[in-house]
């Protein structure tokens, strides 16, 4: 190597770092270091207020007061239940909606734009547009099952499994068409000829379904999966705005329980410790749908 | 014949319950105060304005769009600004440590909020960001910034490269061909970012109901979600505070609804 091609190598390094510098820094002052400072914080007793107290490190502490907590306990449960009720129900949502967007007919630009209006809503407008339909004087879904008998209208959202049911159902229905979206581009990449094939050896449509479209699917599904479960195990904006984790705490999820321990009691350490195990939690359960997602792709390469 | 009738009634019942939830708080916003408090609360309105008129005058509206404005236009102007010059790094030169970079990047779309919540707040509280726009325009830029480093870089990297080549046989240094050759053939990619991160930005609730305290400064989630009247919930100002800050995003899915899909699916896809 001469020495101006040198040079010119090493300005294009230079470049090439100023380029990434900026972006690299706002992400770790604002994301990366966030994330440490919280599990610093999580190992001592910090009390907002309580400033005489000052800040004792009390090592994992923290942490073992929160595997005993009984209210961090019924949290991780409701937040567990969600998870695993909302993501199915948004997989299978998904799954129909783009069989039905994949197909070619006419006006189908209008139909997906439609789909996307629930995605692109604020979640904090669909929470109050789900808590308004389930109002107990005022709102829609009283009004069509009961009409003119205002007596027997419900207060649905007072019922605990009612309400979690209610909170489910807004979360479906926001994210559903997000999920159909993912699942779209995997129906896109699958050869017509396969269903020519199949068709050709008398393969009925629910045969063609199970036995291709599926299986076919699977590398997208569980991409769509890894989605929806992360952003369910972070869901507040709906419990925020439609129940504040009530009636009692049926739908007390472990975001939310964060939340009031970290800012409206001010218990710095504690809420710390319920954030980090949420992060702990994400992690470890994207790594293992990584490696899921992973596996299936090679298995693909294979065959 | 069968196939038919069940896609239409696939698209039938997909459009409806997409539209129809929705449209009773659009018919709620045209209602008078009367006709939501019958018993039953009436079907359709008498198409009154007073609620549109009230959420204005007496419930911020005004200040929520405007900071929602402003919010959301920054974080998209800044992050593409820092975006840009990095995904372009990343998908053509040559970095040292750049997988370390990019599972940085993926593990950071990956926090949960509450995660940063505390630490972002006693940041924001040293540096004087508590209550100001701009104090929760700088997390939204670094939580917007993987989505749109990787959605650039898809894109970046699809481009043909030989103009890029012969620009710097010419003598272009990489800052010059990133402006003069890759970003006019890369509009496609930007505008789809820019309207991703424009509608995180517009829909944002929780960082900005942590560091936002006053309706002077509050967003249109903030406001909504902290929506109170003096003694009942004020629910037809609500849905029309409801409708004033669904209707921009309304336009937005209809006239990019192919970028929307695509950078959706390249942002998941490839990542």
Sequence with gaps: MNRASSILRHRENLAAWTMVAPALLVTMVFALYPVLDSLWLSLHNIYIGLPQLGSPFVGLDNYVALLRDPVAQQALAVTLAFVVLSTLLELACGLIIALVIHERFRGRGLVRAAILIPW??????????????????????????????????????????VAFGIVVLADVWKTSSFAALLVLAGLQVIPDDLYDAARVDGATARQRFWHITLPLLKPALLLALLFRTM?????????????????????????????????????IGYGSAVSVAVFLIILALSLTYLRAIGSSLLERRRT | MNRRLLLALG????????????????LTSFKSQGEIEAAPPAWWPSGSL??????????????????????????????????????????????????????VLLCVSMFPQMAIAGPVWRLLDTIGGLNHRWGVVLPYVALTLPLAIWILASFFKELPPELEDAARV????????????????ATPGIFTAAILILIYAWNEFFFALLILTQPEQQTLPVGIALFQGEFTMPWGELAAASVVATLPLI?????????????????????
């Excluded at chain 1, 419990?239 to 321990?261: N, R």
């Design chain 1, 120 to 161: 692109a809503i604020p979640t904090v407008v669909a929470s109050q547009l789900w808590r308004y339909i389930f109002n107990d004087q005022y709102g829609f879904a009283n009004l069509l099952l009961f009409g003119e008998q205002v007596t027997d209208y419900i207060p649905w959202l007072a019922y605990p499994s």
């Design chain 1, 231 to 267: 952003d369910a195990f972070r869901v507040f904006d709906l419990v925020f705005v439609m129940t504040q984790g009530g009636p009692g705490d049926a739908t007390q999820v472990l975001q939310f329980y964060g939340y009031q321990t970290l800012f409206t009691e001010g218990r």
């Design chain 2, 11 to 26: 698209i039938l019942a997909t459009v409806g319950l997409s539209l129809l939830p929705f449209l009773w708080f659009v």
């Design chain 2, 50 to 103: 007073g609620f549109y008129r009230s959420a204005l005058f007496d419930h911020h509206l005004f200040d929520y769009m405007l900071n929602s404005v402003v919010v959301a236009g920054a974080t998209t102007l800044l992050a593409l600004l820092l975006a840009i010059p990095a995904a372009y790094a990343l998908a053509r030169l040559t970095i040292p440590g750049k997988q370390g970079i990019l599972a």
């Design chain 2, 170 to 185: 010419d003598g272009c240094g990489p800052w010059a061909t990133l402006f003069r050759i890759t970003l006019p053939l």
């Design chain 2, 251 to 271: 336009v937005v899915v209809l006239l990019c609804q192919r970028w929307i899909v695509s950078g959706l699916s390249a942002g998941a896809v490839k990542g």
